[in-house]
């Protein structure tokens, strides 16, 4: 281990955003960690996984503690299901291809989505109609305060749509360090509900889809819709999904008839904010050096020198422009720093 000073965080985030770190150090153990946590009790603290989803709109005057733990193995499997563990620090994409390899299904329609498996439980990622906590078992974490190991069971996770206990109750108090998922040996529940999955499939005239023809598929579509991070800086989907009262939307959608929307409880609908932010006409915009991505509205990008805070007054503007223009309110699902 060594401790940095004035580090450069521009490789260190998918939007290529140059900022400072006052002080840097990664870590490649729980041994580790807890030994950088206990030397440097008194000092500001900030827990980096892979970068994937935040934005740095300042430097970041607090000791940057990267996160770098790399494993995964089988603990249990029985005839009908296995129990895997992964570190925190391993990519999320190479995760689930292993699991793929494997033939264990759970984790295919969230192929290719950025970071590290460590921050996956923080935002309950999901993807073409799964979710973390769909295959989610428990996590085991370690308390900044007191840099004790606890375990979290689902339950305990309070999972919702990118949502959880560590973005809310538990925010800054625990740094997970591992996570376990139950997944199918057999008779897997391929999920190709999405009609993007099911168009690009049939394209392969693929009628009984296999782990990996799911993979590949989602793969495909994502590459197709989504800048690749290395190539062009970028979050992913910077905006969540909003979810509105149907009482709500019924009156919003008598003035849009044209609004897209997905039915997700008896109560509830969720509207596609791509959809919002395209009919604003954002889709492909620039200004200056960031802009909205030319094939996925959801996506804000840098184009080489932008900073933070421009992509962040992007953002705004969108927000503002869709709630005086449909009376809807969209959040940022990517942290803002």
Not at 203 to 230: E, W, Y
Not at 270 to 299: D, S
Request: charged letters at 25%; hydrophobic letters at 40%.
């Amino acid at each position: 281990m060594e401790m940095q000073n004035n580090f450069s965080l521009k490789n260190y985030n998918t939007f290529g955003i140059e900022a400072k770190a006052k002080q840097f150090i990664a870590v490649h153990s729980v041994a580790e960690l807890k030994t950088v946590l206990k030397q440097n009790k008194l000092e500001k603290k900030f827990i980096l996984g892979g970068g994937s989803n935040m934005l740095l709109t300042k430097d970041i005057e607090a000791l940057v503690i990267h996160i770098d733990l790399k494993g995964k193995k089988i603990i249990e499997e029985n005839e009908d299901f296995v129990w895997v563990e992964s570190q925190a620090g391993e990519s999320w994409h190479e995760f689930v291809l292993w699991t793929i390899e494997q033939n264990f299904g759970g984790l295919e329609n969230m192929s290719l989505i950025p970071g590290n498996v460590g921050t996956t439980p923080v935002q309950n990622i999901g993807a073409y109609g799964t979710e973390i906590k769909d295959t989610f078992i428990s996590c085991e974490a370690l308390s900044i305060a007191n840099q004790e190991t606890k375990k979290f069971i689902k339950d305990e996770c309070h999972f919702g749509y990118r949502e959880s206990i560590f973005k809310n109750e538990a925010k800054d108090q625990y740094v997970i360090t591992s996570v376990i998922f139950k997944l199918t040996k057999h008779n897997h529940k391929i999920n190709t509900s999405y009609g993007d999955i099911t168009a690009e499939l049939a394209k392969n005239s693929i009628s009984k889809p296999t782990l990996k023809d799911v993979s590949n598929a989602v793969i495909a579509i994502r590459q197709s819709k989504l800048p690749d991070p290395k190539e062009l800086g970028n979050s992913g989907s910077f905006f969540k999904n909003p979810i509105l009262l149907k009482s709500d939307f019924e009156k919003i959608h008598q003035q849009f008839p044209e609004m897209k929307y997905y039915d997700i409880s008896e109560t509830e609908v969720k509207v596609p904010a791509g959809w919002l932010i395209e009919q604003a006409g954002f889709k492909g915009k620039r200004f200056g050096n960031a802009g909205i991505h030319k094939n996925q509205a959801l996506v804000l990008v840098n184009y080489g020198n932008a900073t933070g805070q421009e992509i962040l007054n992007i953002s705004k503007n969108i927000q503002e422009t869709i709630l005086n223009t449909f009376g809807i309110q969209i959040e940022a699902e990517v942290n803002v720093i």
